[in-house]
């Protein structure tokens, strides 16, 4: 049969318009993502204001932010697993819709309890969004160059989600309230699903997953509350009593029944061969203890300038403001350039080196600190500590990996980086509390005793930011930096190594 001319301009046509869709979708996807990571950091500014309305306490208020972290990375692999079984763009939907119907219960929560266990059923349908929104992409865009570029778009909203939602938290508390910082979710979450249905497939992949390991989900969660529990209350409790010690060692042996149930069930919600893989166990301890410096920059910051400084939420969210544009140029636009030309450890390993050198210049800011001088400085080495690093630990993750398991190594990191939050925000407040309270024995006023507690807290992040520089300095497989070049696509010719095509890159670029 002889294909008309009038048949190829519809096939071309139909060509563009898939295109044009996936674009679209790929929109669609970044505005879901870029609901739930701000969620993550647009709590940090009001935090204050939820702690005298509702009553918390110092070491209680962390439950606001951990609740929600720990769901997210109990849930994040389990989420991915979900979408192979049950059909990717439902399984988004799910989550969405979970999503957004905890983030009304928040906004409406009246006691300590209602708002915390909203926040933990939030973590739960935005981990499982969160994991299908990548699967998503990475079934729409199968060119290794289209596949970078959608990825390089993906990862900058989900860096930068987090700096935005610390301006975007003191603007809605200040002027609406903090309730607003969880109904602002409402009509986006509305739109992103009817804009769901409207372009993205919802086909079902071929050869999919046929178990899920519930199992596996339930302990490694189970042991990442507990502990997380122990910690937050140990200053209370006494860190040598019975009960915080039982607790630690209830945590250690669920641990330890995870590891056993992912080395025999059949599908493993995180197969335990890839950590043999050195990249991959290595960038996953540096996620750890890089989030939980970055923590330490938007809790206890933000709790500095409004409890000892008295800024208002707002002022707050604009003094965020230039960290958070520094992060976001840097991340979309140099830190990429940076990999190709120097390779995964140089960016990696000066970013978190600024990033610890501004935590340290934080853990010096007095208690009637200037802006300009004292909290500044901070902020732009932050900015630019993170914007360079968060690129150079996704490549180094999935460096090892075959292209069918990108997914998962990115969530793996993306795990680690929640539960390290979770666990070092968790660590880091005790600290500043038992400081704090130390301080008020010894006579020192309020303002200056929690002054002293944040000290402490910023010199211990940067201290867990200078480990990770160094341990990807020295751990990290990478072989000498290529200078870049063009994707020469016109050719023939591979494109350049990508965080999402190494495998396709040519040999003479491979990343570390």
Request: include cysteine; aromatic fraction near 6%.
């Amino acid at each position: 049969m002889t294909v008309g001319p009038h048949s190829e301009i519809r096939s071309a046509r139909d060509s563009v318009r898939a295109r044009d869709t996936r674009w679209l979708a790929l929109l669609v996807l970044c505005l879901g993502d870029l609901m739930i990571v701000l969620d993550v950091t647009i709590v940090g500014v009001a935090l204050p204001s939820i702690r005298a309305d509702l009553g918390f306490s110092e070491e209680s208020l962390a439950w606001v932010v951990n609740a929600y972290l720990i769901t997210f990375g109990g849930f994040l692999l389990l989420g991915g697993r979900l979408g192979d079984l049950l059909g990717h763009r439902s399984v988004f939907l799910a989550g969405v819709a979970v999503f957004t119907s905890a983030s009304v219960v928040c906004g409406l929560a009246s006691s300590q309890e209602m708002l915390v266990a909203a926040r933990a059923v939030q973590g739960v349908g935005g981990a499982v969004a969160s994991a299908v929104a990548l699967s998503l992409m990475m079934t729409l865009f199968t060119e290794p160059a289209e596949r970078a570029k959608a990825m390089g778009i993906f990862g900058f909203v989900s860096s930068g989600g987090g700096s935005l939602g610390v301006l975007l938290g003191g603007i809605l508390t200040d002027l609406l309230g903090w309730h607003w910082i969880f109904l602002v979710n409402v009509p986006v979450g509305i739109l992103v699903v009817v804009l769901t249905l409207m372009v993205i497939s919802g086909a079902r992949a071929q050869g999919v997953a046929q178990r899920i390991d519930i199992a596996g989900a339930t302990t490694v969660t189970a042991s990442l509350v507990v502990a997380v529990y122990a910690i937050v209350n140990g200053n209370q409790i006494g860190w040598l009593t019975g009960r915080t010690l039982g607790l630690l060692a209830v945590s250690f042996v669920l641990l330890v029944i995870f590891l056993g149930i992912e080395a025999r069930v059949g599908s493993p919600l995180v197969p335990l061969r890839l950590f043999r893989l050195r990249n991959i166990a290595v960038s996953n301890v540096v996620g750890v203890l890089w989030a939980g410096a970055m923590f330490a920059w938007f809790f206890l910051t933000a709790l500095y300038l409004q409890l000892v400084l008295g800024y208002s939420p707002l002022l707050v969210g604009l003094a965020f403001l230039p960290g958070s544009l520094i992060m976001g140029a840097i991340s979309i636009g140099l830190s990429a350039k940076l990999v190709l030309r120097l390779g995964i450890r140089p960016p990696l390993s000066a970013g978190l080196l600024l990033a610890a050198l501004g935590l340290l210049l934080l853990a010096r800011a007095p208690a009637h600190g200037v802006f300009a001088y004292d909290v500044l400085p901070s902020m732009i080495l932050l900015g630019l500590g993170a914007g360079m690093a968060f690129n150079p630990v996704l490549l180094a993750a999935m460096n090892d990996v075959e292209p069918k398991e990108a997914g998962l190594a990115s969530g793996l990191v993306n795990t680690s980086f929640m539960m390290g939050g979770a666990l070092g925000l968790a660590v880091l407040a005790s600290l500043a509390a038992s400081r704090t309270g130390g301080l008020l024995v010894q006579g020192e006023s309020q303002v200056a005793a929690l002054t002293g507690g944040y000290h402490l807290a910023f010199v211990v992040g940067a201290i867990a930011a200078a480990a990770a520089a160094a341990l990807g300095a020295i751990m990290l497989r990478a072989p000498a930096p290529q200078a870049t070049s063009e994707p020469k696509e016109a050719t023939g010719e591979p494109a350049p190594c990508t965080a999402f095509s190494v495998r396709d890159c040519r040999p003479s670029e491979q990343l570390g």
